[in-house]
């Protein structure tokens, strides 16, 4: 926190803040205190355990940090700096982010390597300077209060302020009912905001005078003239070495493994990197549709790891009052569930875990990549065409749980094929469009939420693209939105709550330059996602994991709001209290409870977006 009004940074306040993320680091505490501006930090310690206390001082002593993150090049960085006349006095990452600032100001992030979220206090410019990793896998929230600028983590710490109020932001609520996350810099709390991805925030305490800047963002329009063989040779050269940096630990270290494309790529340049047994996580469920524990104990077989198994019977009511209270704001993704467990298991063996998170926004692994250029072609087909396509698309999907969701999707594909763009992807990624907006809000809600519009929140991204093409403009969008609103919010807090680090090879800013800069075709080739990833893999990974459908980490959420969560559904969203909040059309949510639970109706995914508003609404507001 740092303060305007002149008087001292209030040390209680502080010191209950930083105890209310201790699960972050569980390991110690730190404070730093200078008249109105205040620093504490929880360490979770992987680096230099026993001299990287924070916050830590620059060689002068004017300037402080308190850092959350890991800097993968800090060793050369580090070295760069001793030549242009820097000493240090500790081993830690943290103190090579604090002379990189004395060394080159605003512009520190910009060298860094990493994934990272820190302040910096600099007695000198009497300024405080925050800044967040490039595709935002460390959380930075920040509130502007009357007496001056509070900053922290999680919800949990900024709400401890007394300044800090619990105004509900019904705009956010509106992108939420969207895309079933809140996204930056909007957060469900009017006062609060978050540090976008790739952006510093410069505060002069003085003035109250606060600037935000964005210093990155990958840059599509710039492609590469290079032979598939070369960008083979070059991916593979790439991904190793974001691999090789990861592997910078003092504690033990694993990796989460699925069994898909992307955390069996992990797995593989884990096992030729680190010269020992990699320590691999797998996770399945009793429901078959939903477990991929078979396909990742092959490639576990395959490259010798030390695997762990763990078989879960996914208890929501048990874990949801935990997910709600860390999440801090809506948050409907139900893979928080199985990410929470495999986090809590892994926990138990190592300190620190890699993963694959990234490689489908990187490489074009979704399916939505496909369909965004096919939808180029289908809506200039004759409707009679159109319907035979689809229908037999429809017939081509293989008869299992999954089934019904993949027709859904064949189905909001024929929907979405003629709409432009914007509208098309923003169709594919609602999980409440238009339609049932108008079904479900109230005339209230309206009122609240203002002229929001979320296909004009998506649209600059797709015009940041450069005149890339439709895959290319899809893939930034969702490297800049889908990705840190959503992918890694779910993984941070699901991680850090069991004190585990998560560390992400696929989103390496090197890697995701690097694949920006590969034409679309080397992505996606025809039908095929993640076509050169796939094909350089085949040296390292089973065939049979790399052309396996996609799943995805889900849990069978309408099983269970037909079978054991009906009644918790029920006396949730539709007790007196849920519907009188004015948000909703109460019919509306009965009619969606209602079918669903007859099985008229697959409304899963809407009704648990519901019920995480109301279970925040419940422990948060009210």
Request: glycine residues 8%; aromatic residues 10%; charged residues 25%.
């Amino acid at each position: 926190m740092s303060r305007r009004d002149g008087r001292p940074a209030d040390e209680t306040v502080l010191r209950r803040m930083c105890e209310a993320i201790r699960h972050r680091g569980p390991d110690e505490d730190g404070f730093y205190f200078n008249a109105g501006t205040g620093l504490a930090m929880r360490r979770l310690a992987i680096i230099d355990l026993s001299g990287g206390q924070q916050p830590i001082r620059n060689a002068s002593g004017t300037s402080w940090i308190v850092f959350n993150g890991e800097i993968y090049n800090y060793l050369e960085l580090r070295a760069q700096l001793i030549k242009l006349g820097h000493t240090f006095y500790t081993d830690c990452d943290t103190e090579v982010v604090i002379h990189a600032y004395d060394e080159y100001g605003a512009d520190c992030p910009k060298h860094l390597r990493g994934m990272f979220a820190f302040a910096i206090w600099d007695e000198t410019a009497q300024r405080l300077f925050l800044a967040r990793d490039r595709v935002g896998k460390k959380p930075l929230l920040y509130a502007q209060t009357t007496s001056g600028l509070v900053f922290g983590s999680e919800f949990q710490a900024l709400l401890q302020h007394p300044e800090i109020g619990r105004e509900v932001d019904y705009a956010a609520l509106h992108y939420y009912l969207t895309f079933m996350c809140v996204p930056a810099p909007l957060t469900a709390y009017r006062q609060i905001r978050k540090l976008e991805p790739g952006h510093t925030l410069c505060y002069t305490p003085a003035t109250g005078e606060m600037k935000i800047n964005r210093y990155w963002q990958p840059d599509f329009s710039k492609k590469l003239k290079i032979s598939e063989a070369e960008a083979g040779e070059r991916l593979v050269a790439e991904l190793r070495e974001a691999v090789r940096v990861r592997l910078m630990s003092e504690v033990p270290l694993g990796a989460f493994l699925s069994g898909g494309v992307d955390s069996s790529a992990i797995v593989a340049l884990m096992s030729e990197e680190s010269g020992g047994r990699v320590k691999t996580f797998s996770i399945g469920f009793e429901e078959q549709d939903f477990s991929e524990l078979h396909h990742a104990r092959r490639v576990a077989e395959h490259v010798g790891a030390e695997h762990h198994e763990f078989i879960v019977r996914p208890d929501a009511l048990e874990v949801l009052p935990t997910l709600v209270e860390h999440y801090g704001e809506p948050y409907a993704d139900s893979s928080a569930i199985p990410t929470y467990y495999v986090a809590r298991e892994t926990r138990r063996h190592v300190t620190v875990a890699l993963n694959g998170d990234g490689g489908d926004e990187c490489f074009a692994g979704y399916e939505r990549y496909a369909a965004m250029r096919l939808a180029e072609r289908y809506r200039k087909l004759p409707g009679v065409l159109r319907e035979g396509v689809i229908k037999t698309a429809i017939g081509l999907v293989p008869t299992s749980e999954i089934r019904r969701s993949r027709v859904r999707s064949l189905q909001r594909f024929l929907r979405a094929a003629g709409l432009p763009p914007v509208e098309r992807y923003l169709s594919w990624v609602s999980v409440l469009d238009a339609a049932a907006k108008d079904e479900l809000y109230s005339d209230e809600f309206r009122e609240q939420m203002g002229g929001h519009n979320p296909a004009a929140w998506l649209a600059p991204w797709f015009a940041r693209a450069n005149g890339a093409g439709v895959v290319d403009a899809a893939l930034l969008a969702d490297t800049m939105t889908y990705l840190p609103n959503d992918l890694l919010v779910k993984v941070d807090i699901a991680s850090m709550a069991v004190s585990l680090e998560a560390r992400s090879p696929f989103l390496d800013h090197h890697v995701i330059e690097f694949a920006a800069s590969l034409p679309e075709h080397l992505k996606l080739r025809g039908l095929t996602t993640k076509y050169l990833l796939k094909r350089v893999l085949r040296k390292l990974v089973p065939v049979e994991n790399l052309n396996r459908p996609k799943m995805g980490f889900g849990v069978p959420l309408g099983h269970w709001f037909r079978g054991p969560m009906k009644n918790f559904l029920g006396e949730t969203l539709l007790s007196d209290r849920a519907l009188s909040r004015g948000l909703f059309k109460p019919a509306a949510v009965k009619n969606m409870f209602g079918r669903h639970t007859r099985g008229e109706r697959d409304y899963a995914h809407q009704l648990w977006t519901l019920l995480m508003l109301e279970l925040w609404f419940e422990r948060f507001i009210d």
